[in-house]
């Protein structure tokens, strides 16, 4: 099966510390990837106050724009929360959703699925992170995966399949520096197109991008696109270093290509 033109996507989490520095690793990002077009997908998430002024930076849309996390309502007393209007009338075209950081501080899987509704009906596009706090020898892990895509995914419609990008990032792996091998990546791939498969049938698998978050570097993003199979990455620390993030971006053109 044809494989998906590549998604990079770079999550900044809470940095940079200031407007001037996100502006400068903006620029640098946009500097190393270069001028040559290229068929991957590239979006950075940077936090919420600095995403009018990279909108500003990229009016093209080369580097697309994603937001870090959503409130499902669109509008009213809600302090503190950010709504998916305000977030495309800044020139977000993509929102990640359940992000295991946003679990940890007490998001549920009730509050994920909201989010989704309202985000397809918005019609950008939902990064969802789904991913195992720690692996165990039965195997218990893919349940957990399997229970956050199932009730992340339940009601969306299969016309709009292709706004939906499943981001597998085992927990463990974020931010440590242990990436999962590339082989277990894989298993986790074809587990998750069968779920897909199973809820929307086969021809979903066309549409549903899997991509792959958790310590992914330069030096392991080939294996992991090549013998993980994956769509695309989710990358946390190396997208605020420029020439790393960009070296990835290359190597996924590459890989798309078939020349690498
Ligand atoms: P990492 O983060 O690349 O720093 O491991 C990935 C993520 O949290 O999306």
New binding site residues.
């Given amino acids: 099966m044809k494989s998906h033109i590549p998604l990079i996507v770079g ?1 900044w ?1 809470m940095n940079p510390a200031t407007l001037g520095k996100a502006r400068k690793l903006f620029l640098d990002t946009r500097k190393e990837i270069g001028r040559k077009k290229l068929e991957t997908q590239i979006a950075v998430a940077p936090p919420f106050p600095f995403l009018s002024e990279m909108q500003r930076l990229s009016p093209s849309q080369r580097i697309g724009l994603a937001a870090q996390d959503v409130f499902f309502e669109s509008i009213g007393a809600h302090t503190g929360e950010v709504s998916l209007p305000m977030l495309k009338s800044v020139g977000v075209s993509s929102v990640i959703v359940g ?3 946003r679990r940890a501080a007490g998001e549920t899987d009730e509050e994920i699925y909201k989010d989704i509704q309202a985000i397809f009906k918005s019609g950008v596009t939902a990064i969802v ?1 789904v991913g195992e706090k720690a692996r165990d020898a039965q195997g218990n892990y893919f349940g957990i995966v399997e229970a956050q895509i199932r009730s992340a995914i339940r009601s969306i419609p299969k016309t709009k399949l292709k706004q939906l990008v499943i ?1 597998y ?1 085992p927990v463990w ?4 520096g242990n990436h999962a091998t590339a082989e277990d990546v894989h298993e986790m791939k074809l587990f998750i197109q069968k779920i897909i498969a199973d809820q929307f049938g086969r021809d979903a698998i066309k549409k549903v991008r899997v991509l792959y ?4 570097k330069k030096k392991n993003a080939h294996a992991l696109l090549a013998v993980g199979q994956v769509d695309g990455f ?5 997208s605020l270093k420029p020439k790393e993030f960009a070296a990835i971006i290359h190597i996924a053109e590459s890989h798309g290509k078939g020349t690498l």
């Fill in positions: 999550n989490k992000h295991s950081e992170c981001a990032e792996a974020i931010g440590t978050g958790g310590s992914v989710l990358i946390g620390g190396a």
